[in-house]
């Protein structure tokens, strides 16, 4: 196919599709992003809290949410059938719904967009699940590129301590549809070293900002604010 | 979509709504559990994981394109994994009243790219046959008003806006979809059926095809008969 034929290590996948262009819009979208236990939904609550105390309007959109789906999704991964594919074209189907319904009209009508996880979340999550890289990106290709994309970076030992410590992983969350492993925790820790890596490659594919997610949670948000003044032109 | 090579075959029926493909298959069927074979059928969306969903939402008229596309791209996967290859590799026919090119032809007319509907669907197995149940425009319209008691909202295309008329709706949508199937029958090398024909005509043309391809493979032991 023409447009999926060059290297994985830089935005070259169907050049063409919305993902890979500026978007026009009044609004400014902005997403988090990184593994289970990263601390980015803490952070993009205190953002969210700060702008609107600065006047900003804004709305706040997070991973498998929609009206649409989301209850069928969750239903699904309770009966443990699911193959990669389906799985991915589920979340797509949650994605795809919440863009067409709240993203986008909210950047049309000049908001600001915060999303608790984006289309990278299925890019990193699926690509362990052995799909393949490039399907997943064409699978995508009708999304808003973000004004901005903010990966809490974190070391896979303190993923798994912070997750550890407050319940056990999910079967899906730890990857357990693919026999890594019978035991939950080490296949745990394959799998998010897997989502780890493919987030860490994205890094420069969609010119991530890296955020130090083991820093003090304020000085993480200090430096959030910082960036995000300068994507939104505030004064 | 990727060749199988499973020992089972995978037939299928395309053709807009009204085209009768439903009532071609069952006979189909009936037919080739007679001569012993297994057969196992699979209609368009029908998944247990998500048939329900696309009803529902089809019910308050709420998708947009992508994810319209997006649905049944989904029932599709599921069905294959849960119905399609098991089939497949227990040596049945599967029947499937429609499939992808279904997919290709109305994502496209209602304005998705062409190249991503079909990256999409590069999960699907390539089937062995496949028929394309054709009928012009006009009996096609006078035998959905009929049998139905009317024009359905997403058949007639209402959700793309062409015209605010459902009859001149359906009459540019439906041209639109026969368009893009004649384009891919040829391509792909589909059986074109004229739909008008009596169903029992049709019916002999379907079984002469199969008993062709199923001739073959009975000879070749990968079809198994009891």
């Known amino acids: 196919m023409k447009c999926f034929t060059q290297s994985p290590t830089k935005s070259t996948y169907c050049p063409d599709m919305r993902l ?32 609107i105390s600065r006047g900003q309007s804004v709305i706040f959109t997070e991973w498998n949410s929609s009206r649409l789906i989301s209850k069928t999704i969750k239903q699904a991964k309770r009966s443990n059938s699911l193959i990669p594919n389906t799985f991915s074209l589920l979340h797509a189907t949650d994605f ?14 000049g908001l600001v967009v915060l999303a608790d996880r984006y289309c990278f979340t299925a890019f990193a999550r699926d690509v362990a699940r052995g799909v393949d890289r490039e399907w997943v990106r064409n699978l995508y290709g009708f999304s808003v590129r973000p004004d901005g994309a903010f990966y809490f970076q974190v ?6 301590a912070r997750i550890a410590n407050s319940r056990m992983p999910g079967y899906y969350e730890s990857g357990m549809d693919m026999g890594l492993s019978s035991d939950p925790m080490q296949s745990f820790q394959i799998f998010q070293s897997r989502i ?3 987030y860490n490659q994205m890094v420069d594919e969609y010119g991530f900002y890296t955020m130090p997610a083991t820093q003090a949670i304020h000085e993480q948000q200090v430096l959030f604010r910082e960036h995000a003044t300068k994507i939104l032109n505030l004064t | 979509m990727h060749n199988h090579d499973y020992p089972g075959k995978l037939v299928v029926i395309e053709g807009t709504d009204g085209v009768g493909r439903s009532t071609q298959v069952e006979m189909l069927q009936n037919w080739l559990q007679v001569e012993g074979f297994g057969v196992s059928t699979t209609a368009w969306k029908s998944s247990q994981l ?17 994810t319209f596309s997006l649905l049944y791209a989904t029932d599709l996967a599921d069905r294959l994994h849960s119905t399609i290859i098991p089939a497949l590799k227990a040596g049945h026919i599967v029947l499937a009243d429609r499939y992808v090119y279904t997919a290709f032809a109305r994502d496209v007319v209602r304005g998705a790219d062409s190249t991503w509907v079909r990256k999409i669907y590069d999960f699907a197995i390539k089937p062995d046959r496949v028929f394309y149940l054709k009928m012009p425009l006009d009996p096609l319209l006078r035998r ?18 062409i015209s605010t008329d459902l009859y001149q709706s359906f009459k540019l949508y439906q041209s ?7 384009r891919m029958a040829e391509a792909n090398r589909f059986i074109t059926l ?12 379907l079984r002469r095809e199969l008993g062709t391809l199923l001739m073959d493979e009975t000879l070749s032991g990968s079809i198994v008969r009891s």
């Open chain 1, 96 to 109: 795809a719904d919440r863009l067409e319904n709240i993203i986008i009209p909210a950047l049309k009508a």
């Open chain 2, 194 to 205: 004229n739909a008008e024909d009596p169903v029992e005509a049709i019916q002999k043309v």
């Open chain 1, 20 to 51: 890979n262009k500026k978007h026009d819009f009044p609004g400014k979208l902005i997403v988090v992003e990184g593994v289970d236990g990263s601390g980015k939904s803490t952070q993009l609550d205190l953002l969210r809290n700060w702008l």
């Open chain 2, 144 to 161: 959905i008003i009929t049998t139905r008691g009317g024009l359905d909202f997403y058949e007639s295309g209402r959700d793309i806006g």
């Open chain 1, 155 to 160: 070391p896979i030992e303190v993923s798994l």
């Open chain 2, 176 to 182: 639109q979809i026969m368009f893009e199937f004649e």
């Open chain 2, 50 to 66: 998500i048939s329900k969903v696309i009803e529902k939402a089809k019910e308050k008229n709420a998708l947009n394109t992508i």
């Open chain 1, 196 to 198: 780890i890596n493919e």
